[in-house]
Protein backbone atom coordinates (compact mmCIF):
# COMPACT_ATOMS: atom_id res chain seq x y z
CA UNK A 1 0.00 0.00 0.00
CA UNK A 2 2.88 2.45 0.90
CA UNK A 3 4.45 1.92 -2.60
CA UNK A 4 0.77 2.32 -3.94
CA UNK A 5 0.76 5.65 -2.32
CA UNK A 6 4.54 7.15 -3.16
CA UNK A 7 3.82 6.51 -6.70
CA UNK A 8 -0.01 8.61 -6.56
CA UNK A 9 2.02 10.88 -4.29
CA UNK A 10 4.88 11.69 -6.61
CA UNK A 11 1.90 12.65 -9.16
CA UNK A 12 0.63 15.19 -7.11
CA UNK A 13 4.13 16.68 -5.65
CA UNK A 14 4.58 17.70 -9.26
CA UNK A 15 2.34 20.26 -9.21
CA UNK A 16 3.93 22.23 -6.27
CA UNK A 17 7.71 21.94 -7.74
CA UNK A 18 7.45 25.22 -8.71
CA UNK A 19 5.59 26.97 -5.82
CA UNK A 20 7.94 29.98 -4.36
CA UNK A 21 8.26 28.97 -0.74
CA UNK A 22 7.50 32.41 1.21
CA UNK A 23 9.51 31.31 4.80
CA UNK A 24 12.99 32.73 5.45
CA UNK A 25 16.03 30.18 4.71
CA UNK A 26 16.46 30.22 8.62
CA UNK A 27 13.15 28.77 8.97
CA UNK A 28 12.86 25.97 6.03
CA UNK A 29 13.18 22.71 8.47
CA UNK A 30 10.20 20.95 6.87
CA UNK A 31 10.38 20.86 2.65
CA UNK A 32 7.48 23.50 1.25
CA UNK A 33 6.27 20.55 -0.73
CA UNK A 34 5.92 18.22 1.66
CA UNK A 35 3.47 20.79 3.98
CA UNK A 36 1.63 21.63 1.51
CA UNK A 37 0.76 17.59 0.61
CA UNK A 38 0.14 16.80 3.84
CA UNK A 39 -2.17 20.20 4.25
CA UNK A 40 -4.28 18.83 1.61
CA UNK A 41 -4.40 15.23 2.67
CA UNK A 42 -5.56 16.34 6.13
CA UNK A 43 -8.16 18.59 5.10
CA UNK A 44 -9.76 15.42 3.03
CA UNK A 45 -9.38 13.38 6.38
CA UNK A 46 -11.25 16.45 8.20
CA UNK A 47 -8.82 18.73 9.90
CA UNK A 48 -10.67 22.21 9.43
CA UNK A 49 -7.88 24.82 10.66
CA UNK A 50 -3.74 24.28 11.44
CA UNK A 51 -4.38 22.06 14.71
CA UNK A 52 -6.20 19.82 13.17
CA UNK A 53 -3.95 19.13 10.06
CA UNK A 54 -0.72 19.17 12.81
CA UNK A 55 -3.20 16.50 14.62
CA UNK A 56 -3.76 14.65 12.14
CA UNK A 57 0.00 14.76 10.34
CA UNK A 58 0.91 13.34 14.53
CA UNK A 59 -1.42 10.77 13.84
CA UNK A 60 -0.19 9.50 10.75
CA UNK A 61 3.53 10.20 11.55
CA UNK A 62 4.70 6.74 10.67
CA UNK A 63 3.23 6.78 7.20
CA UNK A 64 4.36 10.25 6.15
CA UNK A 65 7.86 9.53 7.14
CA UNK A 66 7.97 6.33 4.52
CA UNK A 67 5.90 8.55 1.85
CA UNK A 68 7.59 12.37 1.86
CA UNK A 69 10.65 14.16 2.96
CA UNK A 70 10.84 14.74 6.14
CA UNK A 71 14.30 15.46 7.15
CA UNK A 72 13.34 16.91 10.31
CA UNK A 73 10.51 14.72 11.47
CA UNK A 74 6.51 15.71 10.97
CA UNK A 75 5.80 19.46 11.27
CA UNK A 76 4.13 20.92 14.55
CA UNK A 77 0.92 23.69 14.35
CA UNK A 78 3.02 26.56 14.06
CA UNK A 79 4.78 25.29 10.57
CA UNK A 80 1.29 24.80 8.76
CA UNK A 81 -0.15 28.06 10.08
CA UNK A 82 2.85 29.96 9.01
CA UNK A 83 3.00 28.50 5.18
CA UNK A 84 -0.76 28.97 4.97
CA UNK A 85 -0.44 32.27 6.20
CA UNK A 86 2.80 33.35 4.22
CA UNK A 87 1.78 31.80 0.65
CA UNK A 88 0.37 34.48 -1.13
CA UNK A 89 -3.43 32.77 -2.34
CA UNK A 90 -2.88 33.22 -6.37
CA UNK A 91 0.18 31.65 -6.10
CA UNK A 92 -1.33 28.97 -3.88
CA UNK A 93 -3.91 28.12 -6.02
CA UNK A 94 -2.47 28.81 -9.49
CA UNK A 95 -0.23 25.46 -8.52
CA UNK A 96 -3.90 23.59 -8.99
CA UNK A 97 -4.42 24.65 -12.76
CA UNK A 98 -3.20 21.61 -14.14
CA UNK A 99 -4.17 19.03 -11.82
CA UNK A 100 -7.55 20.52 -11.94
CA UNK A 101 -7.61 20.59 -16.08
CA UNK A 102 -6.72 16.70 -15.48
CA UNK A 103 -9.98 16.32 -13.50
CA UNK A 104 -11.98 18.35 -15.43
CA UNK A 105 -10.93 16.28 -18.95
CA UNK A 106 -11.46 13.18 -17.04
CA UNK A 107 -15.16 14.33 -15.91
CA UNK A 108 -15.76 15.37 -19.45
CA UNK A 109 -14.80 12.15 -21.12
CA UNK A 110 -16.87 10.28 -18.10
CA UNK A 111 -20.05 11.97 -18.80
CA UNK A 112 -19.60 13.39 -22.34
CA UNK A 113 -20.54 16.66 -21.81
CA UNK A 114 -18.69 19.32 -24.10
CA UNK A 115 -20.40 22.55 -23.12
CA UNK A 116 -20.24 22.15 -19.43
CA UNK A 117 -21.73 24.89 -17.41
CA UNK A 118 -20.05 27.35 -15.38
CA UNK A 119 -21.93 28.96 -12.10
CA UNK A 120 -20.38 32.28 -10.78
CA UNK A 121 -21.28 32.89 -7.52
CA UNK A 122 -20.42 34.41 -4.43
CA UNK A 123 -20.11 33.41 -0.65
CA UNK A 124 -19.30 34.54 2.98
CA UNK A 125 -17.82 32.97 5.60
CA UNK A 126 -20.03 34.91 8.33
CA UNK A 127 -17.38 34.05 11.44
CA UNK A 128 -14.50 35.13 9.47
CA UNK A 129 -14.48 38.72 10.79
CA UNK A 130 -12.44 40.40 12.99
CA UNK A 131 -13.34 43.66 14.49
CA UNK A 132 -11.09 44.26 16.18
CA UNK A 133 -8.24 44.77 13.39
CA UNK A 134 -10.95 46.05 11.06
CA UNK A 135 -11.06 42.81 8.87
CA UNK A 136 -14.53 42.12 7.25
CA UNK A 137 -15.76 38.52 6.41
CA UNK A 138 -14.00 36.81 3.50
CA UNK A 139 -16.47 36.88 0.30
CA UNK A 140 -15.75 35.01 -2.11
CA UNK A 141 -16.55 34.30 -5.70
CA UNK A 142 -16.01 31.00 -7.26
CA UNK A 143 -16.42 29.17 -10.40
CA UNK A 144 -18.50 25.55 -10.18
CA UNK A 145 -18.45 23.15 -13.48
CA UNK A 146 -22.07 21.86 -11.89
CA UNK A 147 -22.38 18.80 -13.59
CA UNK A 148 -18.55 18.44 -12.73
CA UNK A 149 -18.91 19.27 -9.44
CA UNK A 150 -15.31 20.73 -9.94
CA UNK A 151 -14.82 24.26 -8.58
CA UNK A 152 -12.55 25.51 -10.54
CA UNK A 153 -11.16 29.04 -8.85
CA UNK A 154 -11.80 31.56 -6.24
CA UNK A 155 -11.22 35.23 -6.13
CA UNK A 156 -11.58 37.10 -2.65
CA UNK A 157 -12.68 40.51 -1.95
CA UNK A 158 -13.73 42.79 0.44
CA UNK A 159 -17.71 42.47 0.77
CA UNK A 160 -20.03 41.58 -1.59
CA UNK A 161 -20.45 44.48 -3.69
CA UNK A 162 -17.21 43.61 -4.85
CA UNK A 163 -17.91 40.81 -7.19
CA UNK A 164 -18.53 42.92 -10.04
CA UNK A 165 -14.88 43.22 -10.23
CA UNK A 166 -13.88 39.98 -8.88
CA UNK A 167 -15.61 38.33 -11.39
CA UNK A 168 -13.45 39.48 -14.27
CA UNK A 169 -10.21 37.79 -13.00
CA UNK A 170 -11.76 35.00 -12.03
CA UNK A 171 -12.99 34.70 -15.99
CA UNK A 172 -8.91 34.97 -16.32
CA UNK A 173 -7.86 32.27 -14.31
CA UNK A 174 -10.17 29.55 -15.85
CA UNK A 175 -10.34 27.96 -18.96
CA UNK A 176 -13.96 29.16 -19.95
CA UNK A 177 -13.23 28.15 -23.74
CA UNK A 178 -16.42 26.27 -24.83
CA UNK A 179 -18.17 26.41 -21.81
CA UNK A 180 -21.74 28.24 -20.78
CA UNK A 181 -21.33 31.01 -17.99
CA UNK A 182 -23.93 31.74 -15.51
CA UNK A 183 -23.70 34.75 -12.72
CA UNK A 184 -27.09 36.40 -11.12
CA UNK A 185 -27.77 39.49 -11.43
CA UNK A 186 -24.56 41.36 -9.19
CA UNK A 187 -22.74 40.00 -12.39
CA UNK A 188 -24.79 41.15 -15.37
CA UNK A 189 -22.46 43.76 -16.63
CA UNK A 190 -21.40 44.27 -20.33
CA UNK A 191 -18.08 44.18 -19.57
CA UNK A 192 -18.54 41.09 -18.14
CA UNK A 193 -20.75 39.67 -21.22
CA UNK A 194 -18.18 40.98 -23.61
CA UNK A 195 -15.15 38.97 -21.55
CA UNK A 196 -17.57 35.86 -22.01
CA UNK A 197 -17.62 36.34 -25.16
CA UNK A 198 -14.17 37.17 -26.01
CA UNK A 199 -13.11 33.97 -23.85
CA UNK A 200 -14.94 32.12 -26.63
CA UNK A 201 -17.84 31.22 -24.00
CA UNK A 202 -21.52 31.57 -24.13
CA UNK A 203 -23.54 33.36 -20.68
CA UNK A 204 -27.31 32.99 -19.31
CA UNK A 205 -27.54 36.32 -17.23
CA UNK A 206 -29.76 36.85 -14.94
CA UNK A 207 -31.95 40.14 -14.87
CA UNK A 208 -32.95 42.59 -11.77
CA UNK A 209 -33.02 46.15 -10.37
CA UNK A 210 -28.87 46.64 -11.10
CA UNK A 211 -30.08 46.66 -14.79
CA UNK A 212 -33.10 48.49 -14.77
CA UNK A 213 -33.96 49.68 -18.24
CA UNK A 214 -33.20 46.71 -19.37
CA UNK A 215 -34.71 44.22 -17.18
CA UNK A 216 -38.25 46.78 -17.12
CA UNK A 217 -38.00 46.63 -20.96
CA UNK A 218 -37.20 42.83 -20.94
CA UNK A 219 -40.57 42.39 -18.85
CA UNK A 220 -42.59 44.41 -20.52
CA UNK A 221 -42.01 42.81 -23.79
CA UNK A 222 -42.63 39.64 -23.08
CA UNK A 223 -45.52 40.53 -20.91
CA UNK A 224 -46.67 41.58 -24.12
CA UNK A 225 -45.93 38.51 -26.11
CA UNK A 226 -47.37 36.76 -23.07
CA UNK A 227 -51.09 38.03 -24.49
CA UNK A 228 -50.51 36.48 -27.45
CA UNK A 229 -48.72 33.05 -26.12
CA UNK A 230 -46.00 33.99 -27.45
CA UNK A 231 -47.09 33.54 -31.10
CA UNK A 232 -45.36 34.97 -34.43
CA UNK A 233 -41.93 35.52 -32.73
CA UNK A 234 -40.61 32.37 -33.16
CA UNK A 235 -40.28 31.35 -28.73
CA UNK A 236 -39.74 28.28 -27.60
CA UNK A 237 -41.02 26.29 -24.59
CA UNK A 238 -40.03 23.89 -22.68
CA UNK A 239 -41.59 22.24 -19.16
CA UNK A 240 -40.46 19.91 -16.28
CA UNK A 241 -42.13 18.59 -13.42
CA UNK A 242 -40.71 17.61 -10.35
CA UNK A 243 -42.34 16.09 -7.20
CA UNK A 244 -40.21 15.73 -3.59
CA UNK A 245 -39.92 16.76 0.16
CA UNK A 246 -43.24 17.45 0.16
CA UNK A 247 -43.41 19.66 -2.77
CA UNK A 248 -44.77 19.70 -6.53
CA UNK A 249 -42.98 21.67 -8.47
CA UNK A 250 -43.96 23.11 -12.52
CA UNK A 251 -40.50 24.96 -14.07
CA UNK A 252 -41.81 26.55 -17.40
CA UNK A 253 -39.28 27.96 -19.69
CA UNK A 254 -39.51 30.26 -22.74
CA UNK A 255 -36.80 31.22 -24.74
CA UNK A 256 -37.12 33.60 -27.72
CA UNK A 257 -35.11 36.37 -30.00
CA UNK A 258 -33.99 39.53 -28.59
CA UNK A 259 -36.38 41.91 -30.32
CA UNK A 260 -34.04 44.39 -32.51
CA UNK A 261 -35.69 47.19 -30.77
CA UNK A 262 -35.11 46.05 -27.46
CA UNK A 263 -33.70 49.40 -25.97
CA UNK A 264 -30.18 49.17 -25.01
CA UNK A 265 -29.37 45.71 -26.55
CA UNK A 266 -26.95 46.52 -28.72
CA UNK A 267 -24.46 47.19 -25.79
CA UNK A 268 -24.79 43.50 -24.76
CA UNK A 269 -22.12 41.32 -26.66
CA UNK A 270 -23.22 38.34 -28.26
CA UNK A 271 -26.67 39.29 -27.19
CA UNK A 272 -29.40 36.45 -29.40
CA UNK A 273 -32.27 35.64 -27.01
CA UNK A 274 -33.87 36.48 -24.16
CA UNK A 275 -34.96 34.03 -21.60
CA UNK A 276 -38.20 33.31 -19.00
CA UNK A 277 -37.75 31.18 -15.93
CA UNK A 278 -41.32 30.41 -14.34
CA UNK A 279 -41.82 28.57 -11.00
CA UNK A 280 -45.22 26.99 -10.15
CA UNK A 281 -44.63 25.18 -6.19
CA UNK A 282 -47.25 23.45 -4.35
CA UNK A 283 -46.62 22.95 -0.53
CA UNK A 284 -49.16 22.11 2.30
CA UNK A 285 -51.86 23.04 -0.01
CA UNK A 286 -50.51 26.56 -0.90
CA UNK A 287 -48.84 27.44 -4.18
CA UNK A 288 -46.71 30.00 -4.56
CA UNK A 289 -45.26 31.62 -8.03
CA UNK A 290 -41.35 33.05 -9.30
CA UNK A 291 -40.27 34.29 -12.44
CA UNK A 292 -37.53 35.10 -13.14
CA UNK A 293 -36.06 37.05 -16.62
CA UNK A 294 -32.22 36.90 -18.44
CA UNK A 295 -30.74 37.88 -21.11
CA UNK A 296 -28.48 35.28 -23.32
CA UNK A 297 -25.82 34.61 -26.39
CA UNK A 298 -27.29 31.18 -26.45
CA UNK A 299 -28.80 30.31 -29.71
CA UNK A 300 -32.89 29.14 -29.75
CA UNK A 301 -32.29 26.02 -28.10
CA UNK A 302 -34.70 25.54 -24.62
CA UNK A 303 -33.36 22.67 -23.40
CA UNK A 304 -29.88 23.75 -23.18
CA UNK A 305 -31.45 27.32 -21.50
CA UNK A 306 -33.43 25.56 -19.65
CA UNK A 307 -30.39 23.08 -18.26
CA UNK A 308 -28.36 26.36 -18.42
CA UNK A 309 -30.78 27.64 -15.47
CA UNK A 310 -30.88 24.80 -13.33
CA UNK A 311 -27.65 24.05 -13.42
CA UNK A 312 -26.55 27.10 -12.02
CA UNK A 313 -28.15 26.37 -8.37
CA UNK A 314 -25.75 23.27 -8.48
CA UNK A 315 -23.11 26.43 -7.03
CA UNK A 316 -25.61 26.52 -3.81
CA UNK A 317 -27.04 23.36 -4.02
CA UNK A 318 -23.71 21.45 -3.92
CA UNK A 319 -21.21 23.57 -3.50
CA UNK A 320 -22.04 26.43 -0.96
CA UNK A 321 -24.57 23.65 0.76
CA UNK A 322 -21.99 21.43 1.33
CA UNK A 323 -19.20 23.30 2.33
CA UNK A 324 -21.37 24.44 5.11
CA UNK A 325 -22.75 21.15 6.17
CA UNK A 326 -19.61 18.44 5.36
CA UNK A 327 -17.41 21.25 6.10
CA UNK A 328 -18.55 23.57 8.52
CA UNK A 329 -17.05 26.38 6.27
CA UNK A 330 -19.67 28.91 7.99
CA UNK A 331 -18.81 28.35 11.79
CA UNK A 332 -14.99 28.99 11.07
CA UNK A 333 -12.82 31.10 12.79
CA UNK A 334 -9.84 31.66 10.83
CA UNK A 335 -9.27 35.59 10.63
CA UNK A 336 -5.77 36.18 9.09
CA UNK A 337 -6.53 37.30 5.84
CA UNK A 338 -4.14 34.92 3.62
CA UNK A 339 -4.87 31.75 5.90
CA UNK A 340 -8.29 32.05 5.44
CA UNK A 341 -8.32 32.65 1.44
CA UNK A 342 -6.21 29.37 0.92
CA UNK A 343 -8.09 27.60 3.67
CA UNK A 344 -11.54 28.49 1.65
CA UNK A 345 -9.49 27.00 -1.41
CA UNK A 346 -8.53 24.12 0.64
CA UNK A 347 -12.16 23.38 1.22
CA UNK A 348 -13.53 23.83 -2.32
CA UNK A 349 -10.38 21.73 -3.97
CA UNK A 350 -10.75 18.50 -1.41
CA UNK A 351 -15.03 18.99 -1.67
CA UNK A 352 -14.07 18.81 -5.79
CA UNK A 353 -11.76 15.32 -5.30
CA UNK A 354 -14.08 13.82 -2.84
CA UNK A 355 -17.37 14.32 -5.67
CA UNK A 356 -15.18 12.62 -7.91
CA UNK A 357 -15.06 9.25 -5.80
CA UNK A 358 -17.77 6.94 -7.45
CA UNK A 359 -18.44 5.84 -4.19
CA UNK A 360 -22.02 5.99 -3.21
CA UNK A 361 -21.33 7.06 -0.10
CA UNK A 362 -22.75 10.56 1.43
CA UNK A 363 -19.81 13.20 1.33
CA UNK A 364 -19.79 13.43 5.57
CA UNK A 365 -18.98 9.68 5.20
CA UNK A 366 -16.67 10.02 1.83
CA UNK A 367 -14.70 12.22 3.91
CA UNK A 368 -14.59 10.77 6.95
CA UNK A 369 -13.68 7.21 5.50
CA UNK A 370 -10.42 9.53 4.26
CA UNK A 371 -9.67 9.62 7.87
CA UNK A 372 -10.37 6.27 8.92
CA UNK A 373 -8.90 4.56 5.85
CA UNK A 374 -5.01 5.28 4.01
CA UNK A 375 -6.68 3.50 1.14
CA UNK A 376 -9.64 5.10 0.98
CA UNK A 377 -7.72 8.76 1.63
CA UNK A 378 -5.83 7.61 -1.32
CA UNK A 379 -8.58 6.72 -3.69
CA UNK A 380 -9.42 10.25 -3.31
CA UNK A 381 -6.31 12.18 -3.63
CA UNK A 382 -5.03 10.47 -6.54
CA UNK A 383 -8.57 9.09 -8.58
CA UNK A 384 -8.00 5.57 -8.26
CA UNK A 385 -9.23 2.82 -7.19
CA UNK A 386 -6.99 0.11 -5.14
Sequence with gaps: MAKKIRTGLDEVVVHFSELEDPRSEINRRHPLVSVVVIAIMAVLAGASGPTGIAQWARIKGDLLKTLLPLPNGVPRKDVFRRVLLALQPDAFQACFVNWLESLRAAAAEQTGIGQPVLAIDGKTLRRSHDQGRGLGALHSVSVWASEFGLSL????TAEKSNEITAIPELLRLVDIRGAI?????????????????????????ALKGNQETLHDAVIEYVTQQMRNDFRNIGARRHITQETGHGREETRHYVQMPVPKNLPG????????????????????GKETFETRYYISSLAMQVKRFAHAVRSHWGIENTCHWSLDMTYREDESRIREKHLRENFAWLNRFTLSLIKQHPGKQSLIMKRRCCGWNDDFLVE???GSKS
Design 153 to 156: GQVA
Design 181 to 205: ITIDAMGTQTAIAADIIDGKADYVL
Design 265 to 284: CDRWKGLLTIGVAMLSCLRD
Design 380 to 382: TLI
